[in-house]
């Protein structure tokens, strides 16, 4: 039998480089421990500033050098979904899809970094065409980022789209292969963006940046958030229309996506706005993928601290929803970080670094 004999290194450290707000979180070398985490919010009245961010980001990485809780010197990061283009292409047989994306989408600049997702479905024919789901980001700007963290002595062994890490964030419970047959909703509410990708089990196969900042609930220069609310399949009768629960297996809701807990807060014009939004982005899956239903809506973001939108979001699309705590799977009973009782909070603001850190978790095997 062979041993390893060498110490298990540690995962690298995943880096969120969200417009509103930026959060690192690092596991242990076993993938099951969130040893440290830190967040730098942002005022939700500002508008993405890329001077402004770089400085917020090199503040933070900083600090995070200074800090014996994190170890190592490899760090994977997401760029500010501010920056990043996504949309759907259909594509002639003999057509490049790098070509297609900088023809047909206007201001991706010179250069852009550009990842195309085959999402064509064996139920439609596109006569020898292809379906494509195309994400972009300038070169340039995601060089500038990726310079700043070599200069502080960071070796990044990864830089990816916020959409795709909501999807990895929650992974460990579309492990099936009969997942594959229904869809999934993600919804990051955040407060500078807003954020929707569907997915079919864990592959991405839709993704969208609602234009505009949308206000919505959740104060995103506070770092306390909402207690975890009681797991249940769903709270009365009343809303048992839009809470339902989502681990099939167990019949009992999964704790990684809570229920939705019972809230009376008014929802303002933001939220109406948000859900025209929302019924466009449904509109435009179902008819790229009708014969795949849409099962839930799962919330992430700053915004999914308060149950109130959220509700009132599920209620409009007349869709079972859950608020997901992507942290959940991972024990963060000692992490090291500044938020008092950080463990027994639903932190829906963490999905994109989780997503980061079960991609690129070192899980070692003795």
């Known amino acids: 039998m062979q041993f390893n004999w060498r110490r298990p290194a540690a995962p690298p450290i995943a880096a969120d480089l969200g417009a509103s707000c930026i959060r690192m ?28 961010h770089l400085a ?73 065409g292809r379906e494509l789901l195309c994400i972009a980001m300038p070169r340039e700007i995601v060089l500038r980022y990726v310079a700043m963290l070599h200069e502080h002595g960071l070796e990044v062994t990864g830089v990816y789209s916020p959409a795709s890490m909501l999807l990895r964030a929650f992974q460990h419970v579309n492990r099936r292969d ?41 104060d995103a220069a506070n770092n306390a958030v909402a207690p975890e609310p009681e797991y249940a399949d769903c709270i009365d009768a009343s809303t048992a229309d839009v809470l339902t629960a989502i681990n099939r297996r167990q019949q009992q809701a999964c704790p990684s996506m809570p229920a939705i807990p019972p809230a009376a807060e008014p929802c303002g014009r933001a939220v109406d706005d948000l859900c025209e939004e929302l019924h466009m982005c449904i509109r435009h899956y179902q008819g790229l993928f009708g014969q795949t239903p849409i099962e839930r809506i799962v919330f992430t973001g700053q915004g999914a601290t308060s149950a109130g939108p959220c509700r009132a979001i599920a209620r409009t699309l007349q869709l079972p929803a859950r608020i997901g705590d992507p942290l959940a799977r991972w024990d963060a009973s000692s ?19 989780a997503g980061l850190a079960a991609t690129n978790c070192n899980r070692n095997v003795a």
Request: proline share 5%; glycine share 4%.
């Open 178 to 218: 009969s997942d594959e047959d229904t869809a999934t909703m993600y919804v990051d509410l955040e407060p500078a963006n807003v954020t929707v990708a569907f997915g079919h089990g864990s592959s991405m196969v839709a993704a969208r940046r609602v234009s505009g900042a949308v206000a919505v609930d959740g």
């Open 335 to 353: 992490t090291s970080i500044r938020t008092q009782d950080w463990s027994l909070q639903v932190r829906p603001q963490w999905a994109i670094a």
């Open 25 to 52: 979180l690092q596991l242990d070398s076993d993938g099951t421990t969130i040893t440290a985490a830190m967040e730098e919010p942002s005022a939700a009245d500002t508008s993405f500033d890329l001077q402004t």
């Open 56 to 128: 917020r980001a090199e503040c933070m990485i900083s600090q995070l050098a200074s800090n014996a809780a994190w170890t190592g010197k490899r760090i994977v990061a997401s760029m500010p979904v501010s920056i990043v283009t996504m949309t759907h292409l259909r594509l002639n047989p003999a057509e490049d899809p790098e070509t297609a994306m900088q023809t047909r989408v206007q201001d991706l600049g010179a250069n852009p970094m550009i990842r195309s997702i085959d999402v064509s479905s064996p139920w439609k024919s596109t006569r020898g």
